[in-house]
């Protein structure tokens, strides 16, 4: 109802004020900016006498997801077939030659045809975003919509497009999930860091341990208010949640069947607290522990000095490798604190016995067998920049969110980074002044803040900028509860992350990004989602 309402409002609007070049530059207002568009002369007429034709089997997706696609959003029809000769369609091929780099696409649009070529499948996903923004707003007329005359050149910036959502300190259904997973295609994003346990809930199946979802998955009551308040109240109303692998292979084929790569984080060897309530003998000082209910990090953390503790995280390591298919397996490594392992016999008997002159060299022993580990499953870790503490794996990718200097640090010794800085990347930061603000983590982080970061700081020497595979925005949910929730504090900011990500660098603009955005939040509205309103932006620029 709300988009044929909306859909009547572009269109008596269009009526009123003709078309012009103006409409149609309006018209073409793609997130994330494409690096090369020019418009040509005439329009192609998209209505139901149209069929989408897949030039390669591997295809077939892409096609049926366009298809559906174009009949949520304007209520037309088209057939899809391989190889058809019709004279009338949308035309999806792969190209390797188009270019280097194989997320790109080229779309082509003229008064006879559609064309879509992806260097890869995943380009090909990309051409067919670009398409679905244009088709929608669009000019409607007789039950058809008038596509300008253009043709796209385009590729990302990044490798690494992402999103991070903690589903521990909440947990967010699989439906939510993949309506996430669809808000991310829709800005040409292609990496899901899925954060899965925590202090305040373990969140996955592991068939091995049942107890991990039995004990670790609830939560006897929660902290209500912010953290730092003085006198901590509690709801007393117990919390939980958990996928079943059924659910994760769901969420990970759908995310396939999208272009997007999902990461699973395992979190070790901090914040682990609630994997300790239910194996308590995996710590130091035997518990017992519950699942953590106040936000913050638990001091309780696995034993490093224990082979239980490595035989236990390996076998979870086998299930969730057989799970997700993606090269990454992220281990966490991020705030441990060290106060049990300096008071516990059996780690101090691990540093001795393996030279290790302290307890951040004992972390990265711990860090380096799970990586070796990791990699005889043919994975490649990856891990918060803590990891750099006391030694870095030689394989390992860092996540660097403490700032960019973890980061620089790594490429500068060869090793793969993804740029996570808090103050542009954490979306659990405030999006405006907090009065104006519901509760959120801390920080300040707006709009215009998220669209002036730079994944390569100026400081990173030429040669190293390689080792920057991208970013991600991260959502952290302590202060998260529902999914409107979610969605307000992660759009519109990830509509500009997606163009950090993927456009050009030096001709990205803010003014000229916030009219598109204008027209894209009506996309937004399509897909019910629950932006934080552009009028409230001027109060977030009081930086
Ligand atoms: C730090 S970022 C954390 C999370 C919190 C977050 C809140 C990181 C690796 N650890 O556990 O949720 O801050 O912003």
Same mark, same amino acid.
């Given at each position: 109802?709300?988009?044929?309402?909306?859909?009547?409002?572009?269109?008596?609007?269009?009526?009123?004020?003709?078309?012009?070049?103006?409409?149609?530059?309006?018209?073409?207002?793609?997130?994330?900016?494409?690096?090369?568009?020019?418009?040509?002369?005439?329009?192609?007429?998209?209505?139901?006498?149209?069929?989408?034709?897949?030039?390669?089997?591997?295809?077939?997706?892409?096609?049926?997801?366009?298809?559906?696609?174009?009949?949520?959003?304007?209520?037309?029809?088209?057939?899809?077939?391989?190889?058809?000769?019709?004279?009338?369609?949308?035309?999806?091929?792969?190209?390797?030659?188009?270019?280097?780099?194989?997320?790109?696409?080229?779309?082509?649009?003229?008064?006879?045809?559609?064309?879509?070529?992806?260097?890869?499948?995943?380009?090909?996903?990309?051409?067919?975003?670009?398409?679905?923004?244009?088709?929608?707003?669009?000019?409607?007329?007789?039950?058809?919509?008038?596509?300008?005359?253009?043709?796209?050149?385009?590729?990302?910036?990044?490798?690494?497009?992402?999103?991070?959502?903690?589903?521990?300190?909440?947990?967010?259904?699989?439906?939510?999930?993949?309506?996430?997973?669809?808000?991310?295609?829709?800005?040409?994003?292609?990496?899901?860091?899925?954060?899965?346990?925590?202090?305040?809930?373990?969140?996955?199946?592991?068939?091995?341990?049942?107890?991990?979802?039995?004990?670790?998955?609830?939560?006897?009551?929660?902290?209500?208010?912010?953290?730092?308040?003085?006198?901590?109240?509690?709801?007393?109303?117990?919390?939980?949640?958990?996928?079943? &692998?059924?659910? =994760?292979? $769901? /969420? @990970? *084929?759908?995310?396939?069947?999208?272009? %997007?790569? +999902?990461?699973?984080?395992?979190?070790?060897?901090?914040?682990?607290?609630?994997?300790?309530?239910?194996?308590?003998?995996?710590?130091?000082?035997?518990?017992?522990?519950?699942?953590?209910?106040?936000?913050?990090?638990?001091?309780?953390?696995?034993?490093?000095?224990?082979?239980?503790?490595?035989?236990?995280? &390996?076998?979870? =390591?086998? $299930? /969730? @490798? *057989?799970?997700?298919?993606?090269?990454? %397996?992220? +281990?966490?490594?991020?705030?441990?604190?060290?106060?049990?392992?300096?008071?516990?016999?059996?780690?101090?008997?691990?540093?001795?016995?393996?030279?290790?002159?302290?307890?951040?060299?004992?972390?990265?022993?711990?860090?380096?067998?799970?990586?070796?580990?990791?990699?005889?499953?043919?994975?490649?870790?990856?891990?918060?920049?803590?990891?750099?503490?006391?030694?870095?794996?030689?394989?390992?990718?860092?996540?660097?969110?403490?700032?960019?200097?973890?980061?620089?640090?790594?490429?500068?010794?060869?090793?793969?980074?993804?740029?996570?800085?808090?103050?542009?990347?954490?979306?659990?930061?405030?999006?405006?002044?907090?009065?104006?603000?519901?509760?959120?983590?801390?920080?300040?982080?707006?709009?215009?803040?998220?669209?002036?970061?730079?994944?390569?700081?100026?400081?990173?020497?030429?040669?190293?900028?390689?080792?920057?595979?991208?970013?991600?925005?991260?959502?952290?949910?302590?202060?998260?509860?529902?999914?409107?929730?979610?969605?307000?504090?992660?759009?519109?900011?990830?509509?500009?992350?997606?163009?950090?990500?993927?456009?050009?660098?030096?001709?990205?603009?803010?003014?000229?990004?916030?009219?598109?955005?204008?027209?894209?939040?009506?996309?937004?509205?399509?897909?019910?989602?629950?932006?934080?309103?552009?009028?409230?932006?001027?109060?977030?620029?009081?930086?």
């Amino acid at each position: 109802m709300k988009l044929f309402h909306l859909y009547s409002k572009v269109f008596i609007l269009l009526s009123i004020v003709g078309f012009s070049m103006v409409d149609m530059k309006a018209q073409v207002s793609i997130i994330p900016e494409p690096n090369d568009l020019e418009l040509g002369n005439g329009n192609y007429l998209l209505d139901a006498s149209d069929m989408i034709v897949f030039q390669e089997d591997q295809l077939k997706s892409l096609g049926d997801y366009l298809r559906d696609k174009i009949s949520s959003l304007v209520g037309i029809n088209v057939k899809i077939a391989q190889k058809n000769t019709s004279e009338k369609g949308i035309v999806l091929s792969i190209d390797q030659s188009i270019s280097d780099n194989e997320e790109a696409y080229k779309l082509e649009i003229s008064d006879e045809l559609v064309k879509i070529t992806g260097a890869s499948k995943s380009g090909v996903m990309y051409g067919i975003q670009s398409l679905l923004q244009i088709i929608f707003p669009a000019n409607y007329q007789d039950n058809a919509v008038v596509l300008p005359a253009l043709t796209i050149n385009d590729a990302p910036a990044f490798k690494w497009r992402g999103m991070h959502l903690d589903v521990c300190r909440h947990f967010f259904s699989v439906a939510f999930i993949k309506h996430m997973l669809d808000m991310m295609a829709m800005h040409k994003l292609n990496t899901f860091h899925w954060h899965l346990t925590d202090d305040q809930g373990w969140r996955i199946e592991i068939k091995k341990y049942p107890k991990l979802t039995e004990i670790s998955s609830v939560r006897k009551e929660t902290m209500v208010g912010h953290y730092v308040e003085e006198n901590q109240v509690f709801d007393g109303t117990p919390y939980g949640g958990y996928y079943t &692998q059924e659910q =994760i292979k $769901e /969420v @990970v *084929d759908y995310a396939a069947k999208l272009c %997007i790569t +999902v990461v699973p984080e395992i979190e070790m060897p901090g914040h682990a607290v609630a994997a300790l309530a239910a194996y308590p003998e995996l710590s130091c000082t035997g518990g017992p522990f519950d699942v953590y209910t106040k936000w913050g990090v638990s001091k309780d953390v696995f034993c490093a000095g224990k082979e239980e503790t490595f035989t236990f995280l &390996q076998n979870v =390591i086998d $299930e /969730v @490798v *057989d799970l997700f298919p993606g090269p990454y %397996i992220h +281990v966490g490594g991020d705030e441990c604190p060290k106060d049990r392992w300096k008071e516990c016999p059996l780690c101090q008997k691990r540093m001795k016995d393996n030279g290790l002159k302290d307890e951040l060299e004992l972390q990265s022993y711990f860090i380096k067998r799970m990586e070796k580990y990791i990699a005889s499953k043919g994975k490649k870790l990856i891990g918060w920049d803590e990891i750099l503490e006391g030694g870095l794996p030689e394989e390992a990718t860092v996540m660097s969110w403490r700032g960019y200097e973890g980061g620089v640090e790594a490429a500068h010794s060869g090793h793969d980074v993804v740029m996570t800085p808090g103050e542009y990347c954490y979306f659990d930061h405030y999006q405006s002044t907090p009065d104006d603000e519901p509760l959120a983590f801390g920080g300040l982080t707006t709009l215009s803040k998220v669209y002036e970061f730079k994944p390569i700081p100026p400081s990173l020497e030429k040669k190293s900028r390689n080792h920057i595979l991208g970013a991600q925005a991260n959502v952290w949910t302590e202060y998260i509860k529902t999914d409107d929730k979610v969605e307000y504090m992660v759009f519109p900011r990830l509509c500009a992350m997606a163009e950090v990500l993927w456009s050009n660098d030096s001709t990205r603009n803010y003014d000229d990004f916030l009219k598109r955005l204008n027209v894209h939040l009506q996309r937004l509205d399509v897909e019910g989602v629950n932006y934080r309103p552009l009028e409230k932006e001027g109060e977030g620029n009081k930086e």
